[in-house]
């Protein structure tokens, strides 16, 4: 368990934590599109300089894609890739808004996710058809996404980009990613830090405030 006595800022990743999500759907849906070794150019612990510019924004949408169609062989339309691009993105439990809810008057809350622009409108319509009428942006302080930001996770900067923003205490945050490399990264600067999984889940984490 992890002693919040001390917490008064969290700051939660998004896919993996709050957001299901499954790699192996898109390394799945693109090896089946004729590229074999997807997972060696992107999975959750690697990936090569195009998705990591894609992320922070230094590439677009449409750069991306035309990459993929000089790397994966045969004619396709950019549908196909937009779609097994998304189909690693399963949707967010009702329960997880629940529990934001229930925190949201102890803590304040902020959301840092190594999005892009592809996900980040899919992930938004998934919201909505789960938990009509609950948007991201209602229930923290704050959304940082990578693409927009300029940086993402592992970069310190990512991390101080809030710290600074929001003049928060180091000591008294607490930040909770389902990747090990973020959460060595936030440990780095000084962050309080905790690995997400399936059983250590954002549930167990707030458990004393959900009874």
Known sequence: MINLQNIDTVI???????????????AKAFEELGIPDFKQLYSQAHQNDWFDNFEIGKINQQQLLSYLHQEIPGKHQDADFIRCWN???????????????????HFKLFLLSNANELHLPQVERMIEEKNPGQTLQAHFDELYF????GLRKPNPDSFFKIINDHQLNLAKTLF???????????KSIGLNAALITKEFNTEVVFSQFLL
Not at 88 to 100: A, N, R, S, Y
Not at 146 to 149: A, E, K, N, Q, V
Not at 176 to 186: F, K, P, R, T, W
């Open 12 to 26: 939660f990743d998004l896919g993996g934590v709050l957001f299901d999500i499954d790699y192996h759907l898109s």
């Open 87 to 105: 189909a690693m993105l399963l949707g967010m439990d009702p329960i997880k808004f629940k529990t934001i809810k229930k925190i949201r008057p």
């Open 146 to 149: 990578s693409h927009l930001i």
């Open 176 to 186: 909770l990613d389902d990747s090990i490399q973020h959460v060595e990264g936030a």
